[in-house]
């Protein structure tokens, strides 16, 4: 086999092929006519085989061979797409916000897994603040990240809810010291 045959995507352009087919399905599904029903049959048609053919490799797949091809990013969102991933949508989600965590404390904040409740995800939130103005953004934007995060790695699930950790009041030490007189 020529060693242009065996020649794979590099992940951008995996990428920009993607956004190229999202372009190109909004344009045909806004176009009126049977030529489009058509196409977009037969788009969704091919999916779906391709699908099919994903879940045959999974079946013929051991245990660790499975979870090294749900680790590679996209076909990990194509396990998803076809409701075949073999990892449950809390540990994808999870895993997620851990590989977030380490920008969200470089902007002096903090971001933590805390389960899943129905559908929705939650995590707990702690506000940065101790990088100054240079940091940009700020709370709504590390929300922001980590929903998108999460939603992407586990679409199964309708919502997160970011529980948001507040610091305790101040209390005077010498409130907790001072004993009045009898």
């Given at each position: 086999?020529?060693?242009?045959?065996?020649?794979?995507?590099?992940?951008?352009?995996?990428?920009?092929?993607?956004?190229?087919?999202?372009?190109?399905l909004?344009?045909?599904?806004?176009?009126?006519?049977?030529?489009?029903?058509?196409?977009?049959?037969?788009?969704?048609?091919?999916?779906?085989?391709?699908?099919?053919?994903?879940?045959?490799?999974?079946?013929?797949?051991?245990?660790?061979?499975?979870?090294?091809?749900?680790?590679?990013?996209?076909?990990?969102?194509?396990?998803?797409?076809?409701?075949?991933?073999?990892?449950?949508?809390?540990?994808?989600?999870?895993?997620?916000?851990?590989?977030?965590?380490p920008?969200?404390?470089?902007?002096?904040?903090?971001?933590?897994?805390?389960?899943?409740?129905?559908?929705?995800?939650?995590?707990?939130?702690?506000?940065?603040?101790?990088?100054?103005?240079?940091?940009?953004?700020g709370?709504?934007?590390?929300?922001?990240?980590?929903?998108?995060?999460?939603?992407?790695?586990?679409?199964?699930?309708?919502?997160?809810?970011?529980l948001?950790?507040?610091?305790?009041?101040?209390?005077?030490?010498?409130?907790?010291?001072?004993?009045?007189?009898?």
């Amino acid at each position: 086999m020529a060693e242009a045959d065996t020649a794979r995507l590099a992940d951008p352009d995996v990428e920009a092929r993607l956004g190229r087919l999202d372009e190109l399905l909004e344009g045909l599904e806004s176009a009126p006519g049977p030529t489009t029903r058509s196409a977009t049959e037969a788009v969704a048609l091919l999916t779906e085989v391709y699908g099919e053919a994903l879940a045959r490799v999974l079946d013929h797949a051991d245990e660790q061979v499975a979870e090294r091809l749900a680790e590679d990013e996209l076909l990990g969102h194509l396990m998803v797409l076809h409701d075949i991933h073999p990892e449950p949508a809390e540990r994808r989600a999870a895993r997620a916000v851990e590989r977030l965590r380490p920008a969200v404390q470089e902007r002096g904040g903090d971001v933590e897994w805390a389960g899943v409740e129905g559908q929705v995800a939650r995590v707990r939130l702690k506000a940065g603040g101790g990088c100054g103005s240079g940091c940009g953004g700020g709370g709504s934007e590390v929300t922001d990240a980590v929903r998108a995060a999460v939603l992407a790695a586990a679409p199964e699930l309708t919502a997160v809810e970011p529980l948001t950790e507040t610091a305790p009041a101040f209390v005077p030490l010498t409130t907790l010291t001072h004993r009045s007189a009898p």
